[in-house]
């Protein structure tokens, strides 16, 4: 009988585990290890208030013992930055988009008499919305179904 290996949690690769440590789950490659370490991290600072607070105070600690280092570093890396405040720019407005997912305040566009169209940024981000998003185009035809000429 074939013994089946392990497979990574993260690149979802089979891996052979130590034999110090057979429930491992994660394989040793270096990404897999940092990301196996962040959800640690990450998952031990939302659970362990004390290991929270500890961090925190080594942060602050750093930046006491490293006045100005934010400054330095956005005016050694001004590409970065750009990118930085873009990317920002767009997380703000998903934040904003997803504010009024399934919002009704402002026009209720399944009750209107007419045919709606919504567009814009980020419209594939409001799902079940009836908010029209920024600007409202109403175009009323002439007569009935036949145009005019």
């Not at 891996?15 to 990404?31: A, E, N, Y």
């Not at 305040?105 to 799902?127: C, F, R, S």
Request: aromatic share 6%; with cysteine.
């Amino acid at each position: 009988m074939k013994v089946r290996k392990p497979v990574c949690l993260y690149c979802h690769k089979p891996f052979d585990p130590s034999p110090f440590h057979p429930k491992q789950s994660v394989c040793l490659s270096p990404g897999c290890q940092r990301h196996r370490q962040r959800d640690y991290h990450r998952n031990k600072i939302a659970a362990d208030a004390e290991y929270r607070q500890v961090c925190v105070d080594s942060r602050n600690k750093w930046r006491a013992n490293n006045p100005g280092y934010q400054q330095r570093y956005r005016l050694q890396h001004e590409e970065y930055c750009k990118q930085n405040r873009e990317k920002q720019q767009e997380r703000n407005r998903k934040r904003q988009l997803s504010l009024i997912v399934k919002n009704n305040l402002a026009i209720d566009v399944k009750q209107l008499p007419a045919k709606v169209w919504m567009t814009g940024p980020g419209l594939n981000e409001i799902v079940k919305n009836n908010l029209a998003i920024s600007q409202v185009l109403i175009l009323q035809t002439v007569g009935g179904s036949e145009m005019r000429q």
